[in-house]
Structures are given as structure tokens and as C-alpha cells.
Nanobody
Framework: QVQLVESGGGLVQPGGSLRLACAAS????????MGWFRQAPGRERALVAR???????YYADSVKGRFTISRDNAKNAVYLQMNSLKPDDTAVYYC?????????WGQGTQVTVSS
């Protein structure tokens, strides 16, 4: 079955950086679009960034210029480099995979931005 396992979350000070990773298995990774979502307490889950099978990217306005999504098809992995982190970036971050829509989800990794 499809498994998505996130890693790299943690506690970081405002202005700091983190790199999230998502390891995928059980799917033909190169044929899938991948995405990162986040959910803060009391808020709905929201798309942060996505990358298509061919490498096209999209970012939410709130993270443009600070976050970078990338993928390594040889390693079946997708990454989210997060720079200039703000307290508002605090959330559980989820990796997702899909073709027409995101069908598969990881368990999430907590990112906390606080001094």
C-alpha cells in the first residue's frame, strides 16, 4: 500500500530554517504530483506548495519567496525547504500524493516557530 512518511519538523526560532522530507513507497513516484499542506490549531488544512510530475511548482502566497518544494524521483522523496520562518508558519505539515487530486496522505510532522 501507499505510504508517505514525513520527517524534519521541530522547534525553530523566528527567522530560522527547516527542511522537511517525505519518503514515499508503494506508488510509481515519478508519475505523481506531490504536495505539502499544513494545518494550524483551529484552522482548516491548507495547501502550502505542490510540484507536478514534470516539476512544475505552485506556492501559496503566504510562503512565496521563503519556501521551496523539490523532488528526487530516484529517492522517491519530496522536500520542503522553509526559510525565514515566522510564528504564523506553526502547524502540522502533511505530505500528499495524487494525480488528478491528492489521494494519499502522510501522518504529519509538527513545525513550531517560537522564540
Amino acid at each position: 500500500q501507499v505510504q508517505l512518511v514525513e520527517s524534519g519538523g521541530g522547534l525553530v526560532q523566528p527567522g530560522g530554517s527547516l527542511r522537511l522530507a517525505c519518503a514515499a513507497s508503494g506508488l510509481t513516484f515519478g508519475g505523481y504530483g506531490m504536495g505539502w499542506f499544513r494545518q494550524a490549531p483551529g484552522r482548516e488544512r491548507a495547501l502550502v506548495a505542490r510540484i507536478t510530475a514534470s516539476g512544475g511548482t505552485y506556492y501559496a502566497d503566504s510562503v512565496k519567496g521563503r519556501f521551496t518544494i523539490s523532488r528526487d524521483n530516484a529517492k522517491n522523496a519530496v522536500y520542503l525547504q522553509m526559510n525565514s520562518l515566522k510564528p504564523d508558519d506553526t502547524a502540522v505539515y502533511y505530505c500528499a500524493a495524487g494525480m488528478a487530486q491528492f489521494n494519499y496522505w502522510g501522518q504529519g510532522t509538527q513545525v513550531t516557530v517560537s522564540s
